[in-house]
């Protein structure tokens, strides 16, 4: 059972940066193996997908957030990050993180993050 940990949300200003981790506990023994991702939910909005990268280290990004966003990972420490730049308003959402590993999944708790004047 992996348990992955959001943290790092909060609230931004239009135009700020914000850096998310998600740090996997419990018993993993191939962190590096599992592809990874952040989604994010809005009120009334289905959960999407913001961005992922693989076991290879491939990322991919949600048109909405291209050029803004960066996606990493750090094996040795089993956490992935992603960093938040150039905010919007849109932007404002619970932020995710999943793992994933053959046919296995899994969900954090998710992180708020609010952009508003």
């Known amino acids: 059972q992996v348990h992955p940990v959001e943290s790092g949300g909060g609230l931004v200003q239009p135009g700020g940066s914000l850096r998310l981790s998600c740090a996997a506990s419990?018993?993993?023994?191939?962190?590096?193996?599992?592809?990874l991702g952040w989604y994010r939910q809005a009120p009334g909005k289905q959960r999407e997908l913001v961005a992922a990268?693989?076991?290879?280290?491939?990322?991919n990004y949600a048109d909405s957030v291209k050029g803004r966003f960066s996606i990493s990972r750090d094996n040795a420490e089993n956490t992935m990050y992603l960093q938040m730049n150039s905010l919007k308003p849109e932007d404002t959402a619970v932020y995710y993180c999943n793992t994933r590993i053959g046919s296995l999944q899994f969900w954090g708790q998710g992180t708020q993050v609010t952009v508003s004047s």
């Open positions: 419990g018993k993993i023994f191939s962190f590096y193996l599992m592809d």
């Open positions: 990268i693989t076991s290879g280290g491939s990322t």
